[in-house]
């Protein structure tokens, strides 16, 4: 019985498969570190992160994915995954602004249900060209990373977020005009 | 299960209109079985199962159709069908709403010896409510008060709930007599404790509320079993989360506390080393830099 967060709320399972943790993983929006399974507003995270990756060794490089596992709601996550974000040739040491931006940031902004907005990094072997895919939905990425030789995950971190004013439950009806 | 069931009970109830001829043969068997209905709730009052309140309402069902107030309902024959399927329909809502309700009474075939028309019982509540039939029955029977009558019952029927049933059951005997002799009524005793919809319109909206006109037998059960696993998915996935944050927390206070140990560790063990390695302290030295 794992007490992991990552595995408590399935993402281990729903996204990834169980993996162990070898690099050092920090995401800060804002100038905020950001807590594992943290609730964040949409307003928050409308822009990208910075996403820290410590360590020693500047020519590893590495491969961060940002993806929505339960969109469109998590009662009925028929799009899982949604890309949010694509990075790669991240060298260790530095952060995500000195990668490949292969699938630009798009703003989280659920509309039904808590979504789980999820970080995973993958370290690369070589510099290799990661092609963007067609499109943002139903992407996965366990296959993604078979694709492309990444092998297993070495970090992995997740945020909540929900609806700005709240209330994306079953009688959630869009409202045009105020929000 | 309870909405099939009702529907059956309608089915039932219109089958036994067209058949059931005489009220007078089955009086004396509405009366003993209105015993019997009646004693069974109070049987049963500790234990809330499904399968004895079903049965106390065919047997009321059946009463009710036995009775003579059918038999002066079929002066209307044409429209009566419609009628009673359309007060069916009404009762079915009223049944399946009530059956999330606060409480209901069972009615009591009591009331359905006297001539009284009665309409189909509201759906069954605890048993401790059973002993309020008769007043019930009549409350929805005032015709346009019907729809005023059963919210009247229902809060009526809410405040009453702590009552001894003994004690309402004769209280409502009394109205019940006295209202029999003066045709649609509302009884005064609950008038002031209406506080739901008085149109039945508003009333069965007000019922329904959480739900569309049920579509047929079973359907609504169904949607509201899925309802039910979908809500228990979304409890489990909200405590998976609060129990995620909650892990993590505690991850991170026991690394921020190893750390701060740490720390100030380190911080000690520096300072002992400055303290034994700086033994000159920084005075005042004397130099020559005169040029003689």
Same mark, same amino acid.
Not at chain 1, 36 to 58: Q, T
Not at chain 1, 110 to 119: E, L, N, S
């Given at each position: ?102 699938? %630009? ?55 909540? =977020?929900?609806?700005?004013?709240? =209330? ?8 045009? %005009?105020?929000? | ?18 058949? %059931? ?81 606060? =409480? ?78 003066? %045709? ?22 007000? =019922? ?85």
């Amino acid at each position: 019985m794992s007490r992991d967060p990552l595995v408590v709320g399935h993402v281990v399972g729903d996204v990834l498969d169980s993996f162990t943790k070898s690099a050092s993983l920090r995401v800060l929006y804002n100038n905020k570190e950001l807590t594992n399974g943290s609730e964040l507003k949409p307003s928050a995270v409308v822009h990208e992160p910075r996403v820290e990756i410590g360590g020693r060794d500047m020519r590893t490089l590495y491969t961060l994915v940002m993806v929505d596992p339960d969109a469109p709601s998590p009662s009925n996550p028929t799009k899982r995954e949604h890309l949010h974000w694509l990075v790669t040739d991240i060298p260790e040491t530095t952060n995500s602004s000195f990668g490949n931006e292969i699938v %630009g940031y798009e703003s989280p902004r659920p509309t039904a249900g808590i979504h789980r907005f999820v970080f995973v990094l993958f370290r690369q072997e070589v510099r290799q060209t990661i092609y963007a895919p067609g499109w943002r939905q139903n992407f996965n990425t366990r296959d993604f990373a078979a694709l492309y030789n990444l092998g297993p995950p070495v970090a992995a971190m997740y945020f909540n =977020c929900q609806r700005e004013n709240g =209330c994306g439950g079953r009688r959630y009806q869009p409202v045009s %005009g105020w929000t | 299960m309870w909405s099939s069931g009702l529907d059956n009970h309608s089915n039932n109830k219109t089958n036994n209109i067209d058949n %059931g001829n005489s009220g007078h043969g089955g009086g004396s068997r509405i009366i003993s079985s209105s015993s019997s209905s009646r004693s069974s709730p109070s049987s049963t009052s500790s234990i809330l199962l499904r399968t004895p309140r079903r049965r106390t309402m065919e047997e009321v069902w059946k009463d009710i159709n036995l009775t003579s107030l059918h038999h002066e309902r079929r002066f209307a024959p044409l429209p009566e069908p419609h009628h009673h399927h359309h007060h069916h329909h009404h009762r079915a809502m009223i049944l399946q709403d009530f059956l999330s309700g606060p =409480c209901f009474t069972v009615s009591r075939a009591n009331a359905a010896v006297e001539d009284i028309p009665l309409p189909p019982p509201p759906p069954l509540l605890p048993p401790t409510a059973l002993s309020l039939s008769s007043g019930r029955e009549l409350q929805y029977l005032g015709g346009g008060g019907g729809g005023g009558g059963g919210s009247a019952l229902m809060n009526g029927h809410s405040r009453s709930s702590s009552n001894s049933n003994g004690s309402r059951v004769h209280g409502q005997a009394n109205n019940n007599d006295n209202n029999a002799r003066s %045709g649609p009524f509302m009884s005064p005793s609950f008038s002031d404790a209406v506080i739901g919809p008085s149109s039945p319109a508003g009333f069965f909206s007000f =019922c329904s509320k959480k739900r569309v006109m049920p579509e047929g037998p079973g359907i609504g059960g169904d949607r509201r079993y899925k309802r039910m696993i979908k809500n228990r998915e979304s409890a489990a996935r909200s405590r998976a989360r609060k129990q995620a944050y909650t892990n993590e927390l505690e991850l991170e206070v026991a690394h921020l506390l190893e750390e701060n140990a740490k720390l100030k560790k380190q911080l000690e063990e520096l300072r002992l080393a400055m303290d034994a390695q700086l033994p000159n302290r920084i005075a005042l030295k004397r130099s020559s830099s005169a040029p003689f």
